[in-house]
């Protein structure tokens, strides 16, 4: 592409994100940068930023033609995890929902935050963010509190910025320590004591659920007492129907839905099917035959699923 058309689908790019700022850090470049190189003030390597602007829309270009993942299907596995995140948000305290990976736990954590944009805040714990006081990091960012200060003060800032009627989402909470739990618990109890309501969902896999229930039950009973809600969902509660949401250009009872169907209710989860297909549909070849031979490409263990009675 010349520099004009470059520079235009730049501007385009303003356009569909909001602002120039935004823009630049997609593509790599300063906005500075493409300031200057539109007035022809750029004094350094214009090729270079111009080359980035060029990789940065082949790359768009070229998924455009791919498939495109539904952003969010209200399947019955991530619906689940949806309503407990809104009956916590409607009577606060703490929710607990727990579920095998790929049954669509942060899709509907996306989708709840984005219907609720106003009054949900979404961190995610992560081996290197999971103390009390890392919790409370996350939380401060999201809510423009001062991360430097000592952790007392960061915990009444932070409960100044927040209201009631407010929901905080943890995902991967499975990786929070216990400290970090209680922290949690706290401010929801704040609210609690001045007859208030602000939830606080945890969202994660099935070890957050052994320790709050299991053998350590005893120093979570706090938190167990303010759970009103603990699913636990598993891949074998994906139904048919839920394939079909996923899959429409896919004929309802067809033998490709049948065989997403069983991969979904394996280990590999939803997401896993979704790959699948994903992939099987770049390969333009997503029929049964070419569904089967890409799992066997991508090591999708394939035990159980008899491809004759499908």
């Given at each position: 592409?010349?520099k004009?058309?470059?520079?235009?689908?730049?501007?385009?790019?303003?356009?569909?994100?909001?602002?120039?700022?935004?823009?630049?850090?997609?593509v790599g470049?300063?906005?500075?940068a493409?300031?200057?190189?539109?007035?022809?003030?750029?004094?350094?390597n214009?090729?270079?930023q111009?080359?980035?602007?060029?990789k940065?829309?082949?790359?768009k270009?070229?998924?455009?033609?791919?498939f495109?993942?539904?952003?969010y299907?209200?399947?019955?596995?991530?619906y689940?995890?949806?309503?407990?995140i809104?009956?916590?948000?409607?009577?606060g305290?703490?929710?607990?929902?727990t579920?095998d990976?790929?049954?669509g736990?942060?899709?509907?954590i996306?989708?709840?935050?984005?219907d609720?944009?106003v009054?949900?805040i979404?961190i995610?714990?992560?081996?290197?963010?999971?103390?009390?006081?890392?919790?409370?990091?996350?939380?401060?960012l999201?809510?423009?509190?001062?991360?430097?200060?000592?952790t007392?003060?960061?915990?009444f800032?932070?409960?100044s910025?927040?209201?009631?009627?407010?929901?905080?989402?943890?995902?991967?909470?499975?990786?929070l320590?216990?400290?970090?739990?209680?922290?949690?618990?706290?401010?929801?109890?704040?609210?609690?004591?001045?007859?208030q309501t602000?939830?606080v969902?945890?969202i994660?896999n099935?070890g957050?659920r052994e320790r709050?229930?299991?053998?350590?039950?005893?120093?979570?009973?706090?938190?167990?007492?303010?759970?009103w809600?603990?699913?636990?969902?598993q891949?074998t509660?994906?139904?048919?129907?839920?394939?079909v949401?996923?899959?429409?250009m896919?004929?309802?009872?067809?033998?490709?839905?049948?065989?997403?169907?069983?991969?979904a209710?394996?280990?590999?989860?939803?997401?896993?099917?979704?790959?699948?297909f994903?992939?099987?549909?770049?390969?333009?070849h997503?029929?049964?035959?070419?569904?089967?031979?890409?799992?066997?490409?991508?090591?999708?263990d394939?035990?159980g699923v008899?491809?004759?009675?499908?």
């Open positions: 592409m010349s004009e058309e470059l520079l235009k689908r730049f501007d385009e790019l303003v356009t569909e994100v909001g602002s120039q700022n935004k823009a630049a850090e997609l470049v300063s906005a500075s493409i300031s200057q190189i539109k007035s022809g003030t750029y004094g350094a214009e090729q270079r111009l080359f980035k602007l060029e940065y829309f082949a790359v270009d070229a998924a455009v033609g791919s495109k993942e539904i952003e299907a209200p399947i019955s596995t991530s689940r995890i949806y309503t407990t809104q009956r916590c948000h409607i009577k305290g703490f929710a607990i929902a579920g990976a790929g049954v736990k942060t899709k509907a996306q989708q709840y935050r984005k609720n944009e009054n949900t979404v995610t714990a992560n081996p290197a963010a999971k103390s009390a006081k890392a919790v409370l990091k996350l939380l401060a999201r809510l423009g509190v001062p991360v430097s200060q000592p007392d003060d960061m915990w800032s932070i409960v910025k927040l209201h009631d009627g407010m929901v905080v989402i943890v995902d991967e909470a499975q990786l320590t216990f400290q970090a739990i209680e922290t949690l618990r706290s401010i929801a109890d704040y609210f609690d004591s001045y007859d602000l939830g969902a945890l994660g099935n957050i709050i229930e299991g053998k350590t039950r005893e120093i979570y009973r706090q938190v167990n007492n303010r759970a809600q603990r699913p636990f969902i891949t509660d994906v139904k048919q129907d839920d394939i949401m996923l899959f429409p896919l004929a309802p009872g067809s033998s490709e839905i049948k065989f997403l169907h069983k991969v209710q394996s280990v590999e989860g939803v997401r896993g099917a979704v790959r699948l994903t992939n099987a549909y770049e390969n333009e997503y029929d049964l035959a070419g569904l089967a031979e890409m799992a066997k490409a991508m090591s999708i394939l035990k008899d491809l004759k009675n499908v």
